[in-house]
């Protein structure tokens, strides 16, 4: 799949099993605890999906696991992979490694990095449009979390 996001770059999707090599730069968590969809609210842009870039050496599970504890005190119990996208970005363009994490247990923080921390929702649209991340609006975000739903680890 292919789109142009809201600044105007060419972004490439592509769904994956959990067989496929996970090896983006950046990473993107759709976390789900309790049956609920766990957001956390950047400081700056809103509430959004947790993820971040890859530290050196670091794969991109790690990152995951890392960025989601950072973001949210969740603990994962269960990752699986289910799509890449690239935002052909320039002069960097960059790659995220999407992944569904069930999440066991959320751990209470005194510092949750660039984020208030945790946020739990039914369904996105329970988020108020005015606290919304730009990112919660991205076509290929949208298109991963409907293929979340596709799989069957969510129910919208």
């Known amino acids: 799949m292919e789109f142009i996001d809201a600044a105007n770059q060419r972004v490439t999707l592509k769904f994956c099993a959990q067989h496929d090599v996970a090896n983006g730069d950046h990473v993107l968590a759709l976390p789900i605890y309790n049956k609920q969809l766990l957001l956390t609210d950047h400081q700056v842009r809103g509430?959004?999906?947790?993820?971040?870039?890859?530290?050196?050496?670091?794969?991109?599970?790690?990152?995951?696991?890392?960025?989601?504890?950072?973001?949210?005190?969740?603990?994962?119990?269960?990752?699986?992979?289910?799509?890449?996208?690239?935002?052909?970005?320039?002069?960097?363009?960059?790659?995220?490694?999407?992944?569904?994490?069930?999440?066991?247990?959320?751990?209470?923080?005194?510092?949750?990095?660039?984020?208030?921390?945790?946020?739990?929702?039914?369904?996105?649209?329970?988020?108020?449009?005015?606290?919304?991340?730009?990112?919660l609006k991205d076509t290929a975000i949208l298109a991963c979390v409907e293929r979340m739903t596709t799989l069957g680890f969510y129910e919208l």
């Open 47 to 135: 509430i959004e999906f947790p993820g971040g870039k890859c530290e050196a050496g670091e794969t991109s599970e790690a990152a995951l696991h890392r960025e989601l504890y950072e973001e949210t005190g969740a603990v994962i119990e269960a990752v699986y992979y289910i799509a890449q996208y690239t935002v052909h970005a320039n002069p960097a363009p960059f790659t995220k490694d999407v992944y569904v994490a069930i999440v066991s247990n959320i751990e209470d923080k005194t510092d949750y990095m660039e984020t208030n921390g945790p946020v739990l929702v039914s369904t996105l649209e329970d988020v108020p449009v005015a606290q919304q991340s730009y990112l």
